[in-house]
């Protein structure tokens, strides 16, 4: 007997979707633009061609929407990077190119980090795979194959914050240079050969 199949997604469904994602894509126009304390839900409802009280259904409050927003866009970009921590420059330079081609990420983040800066501790799937990245650098630190002159979490955060760009630069990501790439892989690559920093 052939294994059943999946009954598709019933029209309701799609529609609840459908408007979901509206509601996501028009936040994160108007968070990037204003932060959370300067938007509007009602800018977001006009934009997303739904009514507010859909906007509170799905997420609640202002806030809940923001905090969607960000998970959504941290873990679409993390799915866009691939993580080896054999090659932290390339991965450094990888992150370096999803905030070059979507700058509203790195204003978003800016926002995040003024507003709300607990939040990425909040976020289990944030967590999770940051836990994730940590652990696997200490297994090749424990190797060999990367230094150990920082621990593994304040390594992470080190090329993190060199791939985001300093705060000037930051909120024109689309005109961070090829230049610029080249310099981080080579920063990266400075940071974390075997060997590691004189202390």
């Known amino acids: 007997m052939a294994a ?22 028009a936040a994160t126009v108007e968070f990037a633009a204003s932060g959370l304390a300067g938007a509007r839900v009602s800018r977001i409802a006009e934009r997303a061609r739904a009514n507010q009280r859909m906007i509170y259904a799905y997420f609640g409050s202002k806030d809940g929407l923001f905090d969607a927003v960000l998970e ?15 090659d932290l420059p390339g991965y450094a330079q990888q992150v370096f190119d999803v905030y070059r081609t979507h700058p509203h990420l790195v204003r978003l983040a800016l926002w995040q980090a003024l507003e709300r800066p607990d ?5 289990a799937p944030v967590v999770r795979t940051m836990s994730d990245k940590v652990a696997a650098i200490a297994r090749a630190q424990a190797a060999g194959l990367v230094s150990d002159a920082l621990p593994a979490e304040r390594l992470l955060d080190h090329i993190l914050t060199l791939a985001h760009g ?5 909120g ?12 981080l892989g080579v920063s990266v690559a400075l940071m974390t050969a075997p060997g590691g920093a004189p202390s």
Not at 72 to 86: G, I, K, M, P, S
Not at 119 to 123: G, I
Not at 166 to 170: D, E, G, W
């Open 4 to 25: 059943e199949q999946a009954a598709p997604p019933t029209p309701a469904v799609r529609d609840a979707t459908a408007t979901r994602h509206r509601i996501l894509q």
């Open 72 to 86: 959504h866009h941290v873990l679409v970009a993390q799915d866009a990077v691939t993580f080896e921590a054999t």
């Open 119 to 123: 939040l990425m501790r909040s976020l």
């Open 166 to 170: 300093n705060l000037v630069l930051a």
């Open 172 to 183: 024109r990501a689309y005109s961070w240079t090829d230049a610029q790439r080249h310099d």
